[in-house]
């Protein structure tokens, strides 16, 4: 089985570009900065690997339009190696990560530069009631409430 799921933030833009022909497809290309777990060096300094990702269709459209530098996203997909023979007749080997699916792993605010690095994209309203004591962080219950709650 070849599975791959990984957790990091985007070291730059994503890439995009279409195929050509009758019915072009967009190709995204991004690498993620994955953190590992354990540190060889001792526990000194962070490491991270860098991961080549690269997702079709109506994903790297996806990618283009809210993905941006920075933003912290979980992908599941597969690893697929290749190779070619660059222009000085080395030959070069790769190994990507074919994207399946990809979804934000945090929320805008969490990224701590308030808009988590990216413009655009969806966020719902959130609409919380204000507290009626303010600083103590809880809500007065109205009188006569107490029978339509249900516990004691």
């Known amino acids: 089985m070849n599975r791959v799921i990984l957790m ?4 730059r833009d994503p890439e995009v570009r279409y195929s050509q022909g009758e019915n072009s ?4 290309r991004y690498t993620l900065a994955v953190d590992r777990r354990f540190n060889r060096n001792n526990g000194d300094g962070a490491t ?3 991961i080549n ?8 459209e996806f990618a283009e339009r809210y993905l941006r530098k920075g933003i912290k996203i979980a992908v599941t997909g ?8 660059n222009k000085d007749g080395v030959k070069v080997y790769t190994t990507d990560v074919i994207v399946d699916d990809q979804e934000f792993a945090e929320s805008k605010n969490a990224s701590g530069n308030g ?3 990216y413009s655009g994209g969806y966020s719902a309203p959130v609409s919380r009631p204000e507290p009626s ?3 103590d962080g809880f809500m007065n219950i109205p009188d006569g409430i107490d029978e339509e709650l249900p516990f004691n």
């Open 8 to 11: 990091g933030r985007l070291t």
């Open 25 to 28: 497809t967009a190709i995204a």
């Open 48 to 50: 991270a690997d860098f």
């Open 53 to 60: 990702c690269v997702t079709f269709g109506k994903s790297a």
């Open 78 to 85: 597969r690893i697929q190696t290749g190779s070619y023979v």
């Open 115 to 117: 808009d988590g690095g």
């Open 133 to 135: 004591a303010p600083g």
